[in-house]
């Protein structure tokens, strides 16, 4: 069946439809992975936007839902140049098109997504729909409403362990995080991202650590708060992508929106103190342009000299704008988790 991708600045790309028949619309964007699009489509991250990879064939192993990094795919819309109608692995359990269409999301295949690309490199990300008319809809920007109320646990889970107590505030949470945790013997806390400091800490936790999730932080209001206040207690936290957002706006930074983002599992970023270089997997669509003194930069981004890691200077507080526990991407940056628990056991 025909169907249309439609791009607020009256980009039209015709195409055909898999997945879901469902009209759909979000903030649209890239992502240049080449592989790992079982754990990008069921991402967080993603919720509120429409997902174009770069790479022309995607769906050629099939989907194992054993691999989703949240319970079900949450992105709004999918675009690809070719889908694989017939999907060749041993642990596939069926094709992406029928798993698209038994979780709601629609697709659009067939498209120029090199073109698709190069004008959200020029133009920015913009607001988009796939539907069955080459008309664009009146669309709200998903980015203007709280986006990680959508996709927090609405009850804590606890996991067992042998190890330190951590709260993750869970933000949209990828299930990589909390396996990264539970691989080095801790037990994990995942809490609500509405719940306040005082809740919290009546868990007593050792550490903090916020995760990954979708949308603008200045939308996390309830989250900034709880941090801020968490802050006083001086035990290590550790925010990761937008739980570095959170973290640098809870101690009086600031974030902007990035042109188009960072989406792909080959971003190269470097230590400014080693001059280390490090291949890391990252999604986001905000950066932290400004920290208050007691602050500071640790990683930039190699391509756009973006800031990717900060610390506090004197207190256990750190945070990178990449994934240390990738799924999909490289694992160059996992030593981070073990440098949490070393925070928590001094």
Do not use: W
Request: glycine share 8%.
């Amino acid at each position: 069946m025909k169907r249309y991708l439609v791009l607020e600045n009256g980009s039209v790309f015709e195409g055909q439809s898999f997945g879901s028949p469902a009209i759909t619309s979000g903030e649209v964007v890239f992502n240049t992975g080449m592989t790992g699009y079982t754990e990008t489509i069921s991402d967080p991250s993603y919720k509120g936007q429409i997902l174009c990879q770069t790479f022309p064939l995607i769906g050629n192993y099939g989907i194992d839902e054993n691999d989703f990094e949240s319970a079900s795919p949450k992105i709004e819309g999918y675009v690809t140049s070719e889908d694989c109608k017939t999907p060749s692995h041993r642990s596939a359990f069926s094709t992406l098109h029928e798993t698209l269409k038994k979780h709601g999301i629609p697709g659009i295949s067939g498209i120029d997504t090199r073109r698709l690309t190069k004008i959200l490199r020029a133009k920015g990300t913009m607001l988009g729909a796939i539907s069955d008319t080459p008309i664009m809809p009146d669309i709200k920007d998903p980015n203007q409403t709280d986006l990680v109320s959508l996709v927090t646990v609405k009850q804590p889970i606890i996991y067992q362990g042998t190890g330190p107590t951590i709260a993750v505030i869970d933000c949209g949470a990828k299930e990589n995080i909390i396996r990264s945790l539970l691989a080095r013997d801790a037990r994990v806390l995942r809490l609500p991202a509405s719940y306040s400091a005082d809740k919290i800490m009546s868990y007593a936790p050792q550490g903090i650590l916020i995760s990954n999730g979708p949308g603008d932080p200045t939308m996390a209001k309830s989250t900034i708060s709880a941090v801020q206040q968490l802050m006083e207690y001086k035990i290590p936290i550790f925010g990761i992508c937008l739980g570095m957002q959170i973290l640098a706006l809870s101690m009086g930074g600031a974030t902007r929106k990035l042109k188009f983002g960072h989406r792909g599992q080959n971003h190269a970023c470097i230590d400014v103190k080693t001059n280390k270089c490090y291949i890391t997997s990252q999604n986001h669509g905000y950066e932290v342009n400004n920290l208050p003194d007691y602050a500071e930069a640790t990683m930039l981004d190699i391509n756009d000299r973006t800031m990717e890691g900060m610390t506090h200077k004197t207190l256990p507080f750190f945070a990178v704008q990449f994934h240390p526990e990738a799924s999909p991407g490289p694992r160059d940056t996992e030593f981070l988790f073990d440098k949490f628990i070393e925070l928590m056991k001094k």
